[in-house]
């Protein structure tokens, strides 16, 4: 896969030779210069003497191009400019890949430290221009900030042998690529624009370290628009909203003809057993647009009022089915490719939530997207391991029945799950039904099967039961159901590795290991599929290391969560999953009960000791459903999907700031890894590079929400 990378003019260096400052030297005799342009390796790149110091290539210079591995000998000596245009290639000798670079790309190295020429070289560049040109000056502070030796800021990273070092430079080049980028995109005066990003990003770095806790709340099943579709400033519901970007895009039928109605809501709008009933019936003829489903007129004009305490029926929220209502970007076939018609076009008025309120007083990111299509199960995978979970030999196992059955086009991409031979012509017949709508995927060119919709956890508490005389913590492997266990690198994985303490806490853990009818039942409702670690062998209860880390990192939220917050105990990072009831998932859970519970946890975390170092994300795991206006930005085959609301609270949040930085669910992980200096997990590398590689910027590490300004 290609991937796209931006860099442009800076500033020029001083005219002085720098060859005294120190730092690494260019191969060069007195009348030639020799180096590489790494980050990878960059090969076709124009590289120049900046005789006149402007930053650019100019007719009249000596240049040349550079080779496969990145390598340039050129007559001259002084400061290296080197311009990479779309006819170049970025080549990583970690993985062999053969990168097309779809956007021009500007690096710079001052003379006598020009050997290698890489986005840190062009960063130290920056910040020589803002200290008078001393390069040892602005090798010591980056190399005291990134934790390493000066010698390696000007060496080839793709040489050293230490990964930990390593990753530390990939992922500052990866930065800085980023800044420069934005500074080219969004400012008239390019090079003031990267010198004020620099000095931000060296701050950033430092304050950083200042946060001390991140705690992750992940609820349910919401769509953006469905909660903050009216949120003032924000990008919300089109033809409601006056700060929406967007417009209400009329809702299509399968054949891609305009629905003359919304569908009905099939078998009901609300949930059995609720205080308030709107029936199919009442849902029929509904005009084909967003409409608010806690109307104080009553929904719809139906005269019925459903107020956010009551609970609406499910809507079906799964991997392919949420490609079809995206349907390339168009976001047009939403009740079309329900099993709720019509409701998945309603929203609500947020302003009546508490949370709506923190929101107000701290930030709301309206540009964050869930990070795969579909539900539950794969997001919470995602948010652990930027990583999809994989089902080997799935063909001839005991899962070989839920392989979904879908149709692609000749080369290979999806288009829509198989319809059954008896599926509705039209949506307004009846929802549509499909050959399999299968839990895992077809295999791909790898023979690799991956499951994407709802797996059991291979150890208890599962929705599967022990198989009968079999180990009592572990979930029969005889259903097809219970997922293989799964070895990919986590979230937790690296902070273990540093020593860097982490947990997750999850409503009625404890409970749901010794009473069973509250998995998936009663009023508690706990879903297995939802404890996303409970799925790694490295948390494997038979096993004595499996049952200390479950002891150390898997918790209950009644027996410790609060208790940890008060006494300011809680681990560095650390993630909440509420309670079914308590989690706002549509069908068991309402609006409000969520609302109120989660409002009420950050009350508790704001008492903590702990509260004045902290950054608390809320956030859903999947949009339920529901519709939302926003354009998905293209990436891999595994998402980004529909949007979803984030909210960003700490005493280190901009104030009453609406955030329209894109990011995802991985978001979470990159600010954990910038603020722990982790190495990068491998799914959010690919996830930048799909991106790119489709015209789109990268996704945020949720800094741009903080301002250590405002508590330091």
């Known amino acids: 896969m290609s991937r796209a990378f931006c860099l442009l003019p800076l500033t020029a260096l001083v005219a002085a030779s720098l060859t005294a400052c120190g730092g690494s030297s260019s191969t060069a005799s007195s009348g030639s210069t020799s180096g590489v342009v790494t980050g990878s390796y960059f090969e076709h790149a124009k590289v120049c003497i900046d005789a006149n110091s402007n930053g650019k290539c100019d007719a009249g210079e000596a240049s040349t191009f550079t080779d496969a591995k990145g390598a340039y000998t050129l007559p001259g000596q002084g400061n290296v400019v080197v311009e990479v245009g779309t006819d170049a290639f970025r080549n990583d000798p970690d993985t062999g890949a053969h990168d097309v670079v779809t956007q021009p790309l500007v690096f710079r190295a001052p003379a006598g430290a020009n050997a290698i020429v890489s986005a840190i070289s062009t960063e130290l560049a920056v910040q020589m221009d803002d200290n008078g040109g001393d390069l040892a000056a602005a090798k010591t502070a980056l190399a005291q900030r990134l934790g390493v030796a000066e010698d390696k800021l000007l060496a080839d990273h793709n040489k050293e042998s230490d990964p930990a070092i390593k990753e530390v430079l990939k992922a500052e080049i990866g930065e800085v690529i980023a800044l420069i980028a934005d500074a080219k995109v969004n400012d008239a005066d390019f090079n003031k624009g990267l010198r004020e990003r620099v000095r931000k990003h060296a701050a950033l770095a430092k304050n950083i370290k200042n946060i001390k806790n991140i705690v992750v709340i992940y609820a349910e099943n919401r769509g953006f628009d469905n909660l903050y579709g009216l949120f003032p400033g924000a990008d919300g519901v089109p033809g409601v909203n006056p700060a929406s970007k967007g417009t209400a895009v009329p809702q299509k039928d399968f054949d891609g003809s305009v629905l003359p109605v919304l569908p009905q809501t099939w078998g009901g709008l609300t949930a059995p057993g609720q205080s308030v009933t709107v029936t199919q019936a009442q849902t029929a003829n509904w005009p084909n647009k967003p409409f608010q489903i806690d109307d104080p007129k009553g929904v719809n004009g139906t005269g019925v009022v459903v107020p956010q305490t009551v609970v609406t029926t499910d809507l079906v929220h799964r991997f392919y089915n949420n490609q079809m209502q995206i349907n390339g970007g168009k976001n047009d076939k939403f009740p079309a490719y ?279 994300v809320v956030t859903y795991d999947e949009n339920g459903g529901f519709y939302d206006h926003a354009a998905v930005p293209k990436a891999d085959r595994w998402g980004p999907g529909t949007r979803i609301p984030a909210i960003i609270v700490s005493p280190f949040a901009k104030k009453g700031f609406v955030d329209h930085t894109q990011y995802d669910t991985a978001s979470v992980l990159r600010l954990i890894t910038h603020r722990f200096a982790l190495p990068q997990l491998p799914g959010l590398k690919e996830r930048d590079r799909a991106l790119a590689n489709n015209g789109n910027k990268p996704m945020g590490d949720l800094t741009n929400a903080l301002d250590f300004s405002q508590a330091l």
């Open 338 to 616: 329900s099993d709720a018609g019509g409701l998945s076009m309603g929203y609500y008025d947020g302003s009546k939530m508490t949370m709506w309120n923190i929101a107000k007083q701290y930030v709301l990111a309206d540009n964050f997207f869930m990070g795969t299509f579909g539900g539950s199960f794969l997001n919470h995978q995602y948010l652990v391991c930027a990583c999809v979970p994989k089902y080997p030999n799935a063909d001839t196992s005991v899962a070989k029945g839920k392989i979904a059955a879908i149709d692609t086009d000749a080369d290979g991409n999806f288009i829509r799950l198989t319809p059954a031979a008896n599926s509705q012509t039209s949506a307004l017949s009846g929802p549509a039904t499909y050959l399999n709508d299968g839990a895992i995927t077809p295999k791909d060119a790898s023979g690799m099967f991956y499951a994407v919709n709802t797996m059991q956890p291979p150890y208890q508490p599962s929705g599967n039961p022990p198989a009968t005389g079999g180990n009592a913590a572990d979930a029969d492997p005889s259903k097809p159901s219970t997922m293989p266990t799964q070895s990919q690198t986590t979230i937790g994985d690296l902070l273990s590795a540093r020593h860097i303490d982490w947990a997750w806490y999850a409503g009625a853990w404890n409970a749901a290991q010794t009473d069973r009818s509250v998995i998936y039942g009663g009023t508690t409702q706990f879903q297995p599929h939802h404890q996303a670690f409970n799925y790694f062998s490295r948390f494997d209860p038979a096993t004595a290391t499996g049952a200390a880390e479950r002891a150390a990192h898997l918790k209950d939220y009644d027996a410790s969560f609060l208790q940890d917050a008060a006494s300011g105990k809680l681990p560095a990072v650390t993630f909440y999953k509420p309670q079914g009831n308590l989690n706002q998932h549509p069908g068991y859970a309402s609006v409000a009960d969520g609302d109120a519970h989660i409002a009420n946890v950050i009350a508790k975390l704001q008492q903590s000791p702990q509260w004045k170092n902290m950054v608390i």
